[in-house]
């Protein structure tokens, strides 16, 4: 309790803006997503602005974008008719950026930016870094709700659910359902009320590309969401966004004022009989909110505890009507796909696993920052072309994706394909997009103990297997990391982990056990050092030697009768 | 529906309870409210004491026992005054593997507090959050709002002790 | 209404539309463990220990919750779902701290009971024996956090029945505690009417009368709940 992170107060600065009267030679794109913004970012604009008219460089545009990508060497400006990306900028020293602005030739095509930009795909952050998240009129010169006047001039909700639907667009929050299919389900669901949510709770440790999603590009979110509402008859939409993500939520909120302002939000829609309104809720530090009939509750104004399903919400959701959930991502999509035809959408991808995936690049990397590819691309692409690779050249140990329900892949798997299937065939999890790298600093026991820590630090508490079998289960681990262990502790571990994935009502428990199969598939060695050898081969668990090598509680307790 | 209970008056003349109390009203002063109430009054006064949980129940026709079910299964919400200052240390994936562990130790050492701790004098609060979504700066921290990424547990106890 | 049949452990078995499987094994004389199901109240499929498995699915489905279906084929029991019973009801024997020898439940307790009914003989597990307390304000009933299971029929039939909602839950995860009014002790309860009924569903010896014996005698059957009845009719359940 009282973990209060975040600000709760919403940081928002006003635009300074510097838009020339006539043509535009030279603009800078100053990111202000929070990564960025955390660095001083809103006073590079400022100053530039100011300094940009000082020096009478009529002719140049200063704006505030959303995420550029690279937060790892932020802040961050570009410019982008040469394509420079200027980092770690200093908003006390920009004579740099004044020069390389003055130099600028008019009609410059930008050079080639490198492998971090050239070999991602963008299509849900197509946007992200080009246009100012708090304002219509950029998202609109941007092909921004084009596709939502499309739908509501020239289709049925049944054709967009079948463009949807060929797209082969699936669910970006975790298990990549069909969205398609979860919409029809509640197109055709009994009531009259139907409400579309979207999911921005993004709670998996590690994750962020629902934050710089938000951040950099809120209409689109609104769109997406519109056109969700319209295909399956809602009427109202929620955002779920956690109160961690303070500016997140105060863009949304500017965002849904604007698009209600110009009648893309509330009643009669562009101009049709089309009507859907759109509000924001706040999380309250809980993980599983995530979960989508925790999320439903919270939304409610309960505690946010899980019910079983079926009934699914698509079904019985929020106040008991038909619901819609996706992903902040998923919706994301939405109007690139109706935009740009499904067949478009269709022809990137592998399998059964189509389009693009945002990632979060985190943990002992060089590039650490946010990175779209197309489905297909190998995890040695990602790590090594896009993200540069392992900080100071260390060796590559494992990357984990999922969260805590996912798994640590190894590195003789650097080259498989990325998608939803290749990554449950090995132990993993697509999950929400996070990928955390690993080096030879890491020891994966600890690893393990600490997402268990982390899944029982959230479990709600409602039913026994996750409540009081996590605590078990990292009971067992802390036990095998301090060197305490037996090996019938493993082989008490291993059955524990199958009871709780069996056993627990929601998927926080059902996968919490997942961190500890995957590793114990690819690191067991690790296992039976601190457990034979009692020595931690990364250097990072604290053994502690017992007096007497007689393990804890090796006599089994009676049953109390 | 009409609401059936009659609103109760705010447990103070306060000013700061009239934004509590739009908060309820825009949503009708409806049970789910709850939440987004509980977020009014923490923003207003900091923490939630006693008087705001039943101001809040009682006006949104929730038992007691439920708004303080509510509130205790919320990590964002606290029932207690924070100190002076606070300062948030991640203990996300990324801030973990890159030293979140270390941070907390230091803080410990350093000024004898723990995570959910505030020091004797009341000055500071140490809080630990799951992922700030500032994963590139990890190991991240909040200090009074403001993000701080790539903090050496050294540099950010003198920081603090210097408050 | 309509009739749906299926199979429960290989039995033709029917029941009506809506009903949830555990409504109809108990209506046929099959026995499906669960501590948090009461006929009367609102299940929520939180003990986890009615699992079964339907038609083959890798996903396990708890009983009570799990509306039944033409054709359906569900196995209640076999060796593997025995297994993870016993595996679920020691974890909330080692959740808390129970010493039945002591306790005033001892011998009519669901919870022991259902310990003997799967041959339970040990426990394997890590033991948590967290420091809980014992409330004894009321004048005329205690709880004894050491023995609560968070089954939550007291929750539920003080709301669903009786009406007052004095009971709620606090905090989570492994904190999770029943809870009165703002966390008030339990004897200062502004809302309690003192009307019992949580003490008479309570399963285990949480919930007690004061003044009862400790070990009080044999096992006896849970007591007829004519108000209980009544409310299941009301519902049609
Ligand atoms: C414990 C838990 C946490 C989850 N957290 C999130 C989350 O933070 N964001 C999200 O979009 N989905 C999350 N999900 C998945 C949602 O339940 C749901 O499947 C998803 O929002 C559906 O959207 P999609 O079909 O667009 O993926 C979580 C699921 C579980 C079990
Ligand atoms: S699995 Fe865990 S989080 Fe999900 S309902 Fe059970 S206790 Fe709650
Ligand atoms: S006190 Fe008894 S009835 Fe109430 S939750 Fe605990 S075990 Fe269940
Ligand atoms: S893990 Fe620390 S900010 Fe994400
Ligand atoms: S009786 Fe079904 S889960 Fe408890």
Redesign the interface.
């Known amino acids: 309790m009282s973990e209060q992170p975040a600000a709760a107060r919403p940081v928002r600065h006003r635009a300074a803006v510097a838009t020339p009267a006539g043509e535009t030679r030279a603009s800078a794109y100053v990111c202000e997503a929070a990564s960025c913004m955390s660095a001083q970012a809103h006073d590079i604009t400022v100053n530039l602005a100011a300094q940009c008219a000082a020096a009478g460089l009529t002719d140049v545009m200063v704006k505030r974008v959303g995420c550029l990508g690279l937060c790892a060497a932020g802040p961050l400006v570009e410019i982008p008719q040469t394509g420079e990306l200027f980092a770690q900028v200093k908003p006390g020293d920009l004579g740099g950026l004044i020069t390389a602005l003055k130099s600028v030739k008019p009609g410059a095509t930008p050079k080639p930016q490198g492998p971090f930009f050239e070999k991602q795909l963008r299509v849900a952050t197509e946007n992200m870094g080009r246009v100012d998240p708090e304002s219509l009129e950029d998202y609109i010169g941007r092909g921004g709700y084009e596709a939502l006047q499309r739908v509501l001039a020239d289709m049925t909700s049944t054709e967009v659910r079948e463009v949807v639907s060929q797209s082969g667009l699936r669910g970006r929050g975790g298990a990549g359902y069909p969205t398609a299919l979860k919409w029809t389900t509640v197109a055709k669901a009994e009531g009259k009320q139907k409400y579309v949510i979207c999911n921005a709770d993004e709670g998996d440790p590690g994750a962020f590309m629902d934050r710089s999603v938000l951040e950099s590009d809120p209409f689109r979110i609104l769109e997406g969401m519109a056109i969700a509402a319209f295909a399956v008859h809602a009427t109202e939409g929620y955002i779920y966004c956690r109160a961690e993500y303070p500016l997140a939520v105060a863009r949304l909120r500017t965002a849904i004022r604007l698009a209600q302002r110009a009648g893309f939000l509330g009643a009669n829609i562009a101009d049709t009989s089309f009507t859907f309104d759109v509000q924001v809720r706040l999380g309250a530090g809980a993980f599983v909110c995530g979960e989508e009939t925790a999320l439903i509750a919270s939304v409610e104004g309960k505690r946010g505890t899980p019910r079983p399903r079926p009934p699914y919400p698509a079904v019985e959701g929020l106040y008991g009507c038909p619901t819609l959930i996706n992903n902040v991502e998923t919706f994301a999509n939405v109007p690139a796909i109706l935009r740009k035809g499904a067949d478009w959408y269709a022809s990137i991808g592998l399998g059964k696993s189509r389009g693009t995936k945002v990632f979060a690049l985190a943990g002992r990397i060089v590039n650490t920052g946010l990175v779209e590819v197309p489905m297909g691309m190998t995890l040695r692409e990602i790590i090594y072309d896009i993200g540069g690779g392992i900080i100071d050249g260390r060796p590559f140990k494992a990357v984990q994706t999922g969260g805590p329900s996912g798994g640590c892949i190894p590195a003789d798997y650097l080259d498989s394909p990325v998608s939803y299937e290749t990554l449950i065939d090995l132990g993993s999890f697509m999950g929400s997009g996070g990928m955390i790298v690993m080096d030879d600093t890491s020891c994966m026991v600890d690893v393990a103990r600490y997402f268990q820590d982390f899944c029982r630090d959230e479990s709600c508490g409602k039913c026994v297997p996750c409540r009081v079998g996590t605590t078990q289960l990292w009971m067992l681990l802390d036990k095998i990391c301090r060197g305490q262990a037996s090996l019938a502790d493993l082989d008490q571990l291993e059955r524990l982990a199958k009871v709780v994935q069996k056993m627990s009502l929601c998927g926080l428990g059902q996968g919490a056990p997942n961190p500890i199969f995957s590793t114990l598939r690819y690191f067991r060695d690790e296992y039976l050092a601190h457990i034979v050898d009692k020595r931690c081969p990364a250097g990072v668990c604290e053994i502690v030697r017992l007096p007497d090598a007689r393990p804890l509680d090796a006599q089994p307790t009676e049953v109390p009768a | 529906m009409p609401v059936l209970h009659a609103k109760p008056a705010p447990p103070s003349d306060d000013k700061r309870w009239k934004i509590v109390e739009t908060r309820m009203r825009r949503m009708g002063d409806r049970?789910?409210?709850?939440?987004?109430a509980?977020?009014a009054a923490?923003?207003a006064f900091g923490y939630l004491d006693?008087s705001a949980?039943?101001y809040v129940g009682d006006t949104?026709g929730?038992?007691?026992?439920?708004?303080?079910?509510?509130a205790?299964?919320?990590?964002?919400?606290?029932?207690?005054p924070?100190g002076e200052h606070?300062c948030?240390v991640?203990?996300?994936?990324?801030c973990?593997?890159?030293g979140a562990k270390e941070i907390l130790a230091g803080i410990e050492r350093g000024l004898g507090v723990k995570?959910?701790q505030t020091t004797p004098d009341g000055k500071l609060s140490i809080?630990?959050?799951?992922?700030?979504?500032?994963?590139?700066?990890?190991p991240a921290v909040?200090v009074d709002?403001?993000?701080?990424?790539k903090i050496g547990a050294a540099e950010l106890v003198a920081q603090l002790e210097a408050m | 209404m309509t009739v749906y049949t299926l199979k429960i452990d290989g039995r033709d078995v029917a029941g009506s539309e809506g009903q949830s499987i555990m409504d109809v094994a108990e209506e046929n004389g099959i026995d499906i463990p669960g501590l948090c199901h009461l006929p009367g109240i609102h299940d929520r499929g939180a003990c986890r220990l009615c699992v079964v498995k339907i038609g083959g699915s890798p996903r396990l489905a708890a009983a009570c919750v799990t509306r039944i279906a033409e054709g359906m084929d569900v196995v209640a029991h076999d060796e593997e779902l025995e297994e993870y019973r016993r595996a679920a009801t020691e974890m909330m024997f080692l959740e808390r701290n129970h010493v039945c020898a002591v306790c005033v439940a001892n011998n009519h307790c669901e919870l022991q009971e259902l310990s003997a009914d799967l041959g339970m003989t040990h426990f394997e597990l890590p033991r948590i024996s967290p420091t809980v307390d014992v409330d004894l304000s009321h004048k005329l009933f205690g709880l004894d956090h050491n023995r609560c299971i968070l089954c939550l029929r007291c929750v539920r039939v003080c709301d669903e029945i009786e009406g007052a909602h004095v009971w709620d839950v606090m905090h989570r995860g492994l904190e999770t505690r029943i809870q009165a009014d703002m966390g008030v002790d339990w004897g200062d309860s502004a809302t309690c009417t003192s009307c019992g009924k949580c003490v008479q569903v309570c399963p285990t010896g949480a919930l007690f009368e004061k003044g009862r014996p400790v070990a009080a005698g044999t096992r006896d059957e849970r007591p007829f709940l004519p108000w209980l009845r009544v409310h299941q009719e009301e519902r049609g359940l």
Request: charged content about 10%; aromatic content about 12%; hydrophobic content about 40%.
């Open positions: 049970p789910y409210a709850l939440i987004e509980l977020h923490q923003e006693e949980l039943n949104l929730v038992p007691h026992s439920r708004v303080y079910g509510v205790t299964f919320y990590s964002y919400f606290t029932l207690k924070q606070t948030v991640c203990t996300g994936t990324a973990y593997i890159n995570p959910k809080l630990t959050a799951r992922c700030l979504g500032a994963c590139s700066l990890a909040i709002g403001a993000v701080m990424g």
